[in-house]
């Protein structure tokens, strides 16, 4: 069985303030994904990042950057310098590994940016 | 770029009503899903569809809920006899690699 933990519910960060997110993931599988999607207030689902289970390398992408770590099953999510913009709810996922399964969420952290 | 697109944004109904909830996957795309989000809490996978059939499906599709890929490029879900718990934001989903790309959501509302 796969589960996603996200434990932080909501975290509030003045702009600027880096701030990280939690992502713990349970699996039996050896060959898996793993995705973050940002959910802004408007409601749509926006696709961050996908990482499959043989690439620990961390990404940055801009302001954004993923520490992947499978000897703690997390993959954790680093927003530098927050803006109001980055305001959303964001969720971790987890896949195995054929392409026409399902994403498996975890419940997702709300992040607030104050100015 | 191409978009996955979802007809209507909203759709208030009765319960008991039969409500069908339209997405149009992007095009060279081969898996399609449904997803839905109750208010306030997380994504939860409904069923995949793959060559023209239902790939995987999750305990929440049960009889009351159908899809169907009617021609080439819609991708419906239905439901028969709406409940109240059947409130929801619902996603399409569809992808060809490995990421799945959302459409924008249909908000069910049950009254």
């Known amino acids: 069985a796969q589960k996603v933990t996200q434990a932080q519910t909501e975290i509030s960060v003045v702009e600027k303030e880096d701030v990280t997110l939690d992502c713990v993931y349970e699996?039996?599988?050896?060959?898996?994904?793993l995705f973050w999607y940002k959910q802004p207030p408007s409601g749509e689902l926006v696709f961050l990042i996908r990482?499959?289970?043989?690439?620990?390398q961390n990404e940055i992408s801009g302001r954004y950057s993923w520490n992947f770590q499978k000897s703690t099953s997390s993959f954790n999510f680093t927003i530098t310098a927050s803006q109001v913009v980055d305001s959303a709810v964001y969720f971790c996922?987890?896949?195995?590994?054929?392409?026409?399964?399902?994403?498996?969420f975890g419940k997702g952290t709300s992040l607030l940016v104050t100015p | 770029e191409p978009e996955v697109t979802q007809t209507p944004s909203h759709q208030v109904t009765q319960m008991g009503q039969e409500v069908i909830l339209r997405c149009v996957p992007i095009?060279?795309?081969?898996?399609f899903y449904w997803y839905r989000q109750i208010l306030g809490q997380k994504v939860e996978f409904l069923v995949s569809?793959?060559?023209?059939?239902?790939?995987?499906k999750s305990e929440i599709f049960d009889d009351q809920f159908s899809v169907e890929r009617p021609d080439g490029s819609n991708f419906t879900l239905k439901i028969r006899s709406t409940k109240l718990e059947d409130s929801a934001m619902y996603f399409c989903a569809s992808n060809q690699g490995d990421t799945q790309y959302f459409g924008p959501g249909t908000r069910l509302t049950v009254l």
């Open positions: 569809f793959y060559n023209n059939e239902i790939s995987e």
């Open positions: 996922a987890l896949r195995a590994s054929n392409p026409g399964y399902a994403l498996n």
């Open positions: 699996t039996r599988d050896t060959t898996y994904y």
């Open positions: 095009s060279n795309h081969l898996y």
């Open positions: 990482r499959n289970s043989f690439d620990e």
